[in-house]
């Protein structure tokens, strides 16, 4: 996947963490994050794959303080916006 088309779902991967309550640096399980992709947008194999290196790559996520799980960073509560 080219990362143009990934940068939407990356973003609304975001949305999700942030709409579900996660705050800056509160560790995800990656099993969350890839059940809620598939359930909420429809994301998984390489375009969850594809979403979420993007996601890394711009600071959006990081890694979590243990195995499996993943933080959103201020970098990627930014990209969601308030009103939405």
């Avoid at 080219?2 to 949305?15: G, I, N, V, W, Y």
């Avoid at 994301?43 to 996520?61: K, R, V």
């Amino acid at each position: 996947m080219d990362p143009t088309e990934s940068e939407s779902p990356a973003r609304q991967l975001m949305k999700v963490l942030v709409n579900a309550g996660f705050g800056i640096d509160e560790p995800v399980q990656n099993a969350w994050v890839q059940s809620e992709a598939l359930r909420t947008l429809g994301l998984e194999g390489d375009a969850l794959d594809a979403a979420l290196t993007l996601a890394g790559e711009q600071g959006w996520i990081g890694p979590g303080p243990g195995p499996g799980t993943l933080v959103l960073t201020h970098a990627g509560l930014g990209t969601v916006n308030p009103m939405e």
